[in-house]
């Protein structure tokens, strides 16, 4: 084999691998290439551990291109026709360590991934009252459904799925720098809440209810959404995610509130006079009727 083939057998994973590089630690022209900055810590945790496989797996394949390169370089045929291939049936030592490393980097990283995973799925925020400590309520409950977001905010009970929640419908607005626990249900299909900034992404199954939490360290506009094929409409299943200061949290939950007033509740339901105008007695409704048809009693 003409070695001009080795080297460029060897150029094509050099230049992905610097690729992949340049993009992780924002080169250019590839600086806007990776994941997004994250906003939280459990993002900084996940970059850590996304980066560090990525790093990994870059390292053994370099190793292995540079060895199949220097190879395809060495033992290329001169212009030696007599030349022979060696005839090796198997190398026991070889197999061996080719084994016992990976199952080595694949319990270092079920080890190395176990912060993150607790972070995000196991050690949910608390709360102490009384010195009695319990799991913190979630401050909102997203109801996913066919091709939409509902998001229902805890009234001043505190709790969410009471008669005095909130309702806003793909727009959430969050105060920043606080520790965050939503509710995840859905109305029809599985769907997914997906947030790149927060590294946050959970699916929903109808039937069951999920909690997701997290802490913005950033006031930022960003963007939720469903990463879980659930329809025709999948692609515009989209909300905005508003992090705020907790001032402007309270005055934006205020506006709400007076949507939902107990003026405007008793505004809209029908008066007494329209439930009972023009309505007649059975008696009456009968008489009229056989009245109509030409029956008397």
């Known amino acids: 084999m003409n070695r001009f083939w080795s080297v460029l057998f060897l150029l094509v994973p050099v230049l992905g691998i610097a690729s992949v590089l340049m993009a992780m630690y924002g080169v250019a022209p590839l600086e806007s290439a990776w994941l997004p900055k994250s906003l939280s810590q459990a993002g900084d945790t996940i970059d850590?551990?996304?980066?560090?496989?990525?790093?990994?797996?870059?390292?053994?394949?370099?190793?292995?291109?540079?060895?199949?390169?220097?190879?395809?370089?060495?033992?290329?045929?001169?212009?030696?026709?007599?030349?022979?291939a060696l005839y090796i049936t198997h190398n026991t030592k070889l197999?061996?360590?080719?084994?016992?490393?990976?199952?080595l980097i694949l319990v270092f990283l079920a080890f190395f991934?176990?912060?993150?995973?607790?972070?995000?799925?196991?050690?949910?925020?608390?709360?102490?009252?009384?010195?009695?400590?319990?799991?913190?309520?979630?401050?909102?409950?997203?109801?996913?459904?066919?091709?939409?977001?509902e998001f229902y905010y805890a009234g001043d009970d505190g709790i969410v799925e009471t008669e005095?929640?909130?309702?806003?419908?793909?727009?959430?607005?969050?105060?920043a720098g606080e520790e965050i626990v939503l509710q995840m249900e859905s109305r029809d299909v599985i769907h997914s809440?997906?947030?790149?900034?927060?590294?946050?992404?959970?699916?929903?199954?109808?039937g069951m209810t999920q909690f997701v939490w997290f802490?913005?360290?950033?006031?930022?506009?960003?963007?939720?959404?469903?990463?879980?094929?659930?329809?025709?409409g999948h692609y515009m299943m989209k909300a905005d995610l508003n992090f705020v200061s907790r001032a402007e949290f309270d005055a934006w939950i205020a506006d709400q509130k007076s949507a939902y007033s107990p003026e405007f509740k008793k505004a809209a339901e029908p008066t007494a006079s329209l439930r009972t105008t023009n309505v007649l007695p059975s008696a009456e409704l009968l008489g009229a009727a056989q009245t109509a048809v030409g029956i008397e009693n």
């Not at 909130?166 to 969050?174: G, K, S, T």
């Open 48 to 84: 850590q551990l996304f980066n560090g496989i990525h790093l990994l797996a870059a390292f053994i394949l370099a190793g292995t291109v540079f060895t199949i390169g220097w190879a395809l370089w060495r033992f290329s045929d001169r212009g030696n026709s007599d030349a022979k």
């Open 95 to 103: 197999e061996i360590t080719w084994t016992v490393i990976p199952a």
């Open 113 to 149: 991934q176990m912060k993150s995973w607790a972070e995000n799925k196991m050690n949910r925020p608390t709360v102490t009252v009384d010195g009695v400590s319990s799991f913190k309520p979630p401050m909102v409950m997203v109801k996913a459904k066919r091709f939409g977001w």
């Open 164 to 175: 005095d929640d909130i309702f806003v419908e793909n727009l959430l607005v969050l105060p």
């Open 193 to 206: 809440f997906y947030v790149p900034e927060l590294r946050l992404k959970q699916d929903i199954v109808p």
């Open 215 to 232: 802490n913005a360290r950033e006031e930022k506009e960003i963007e939720i959404m469903c990463t879980e094929l659930c329809g025709w």
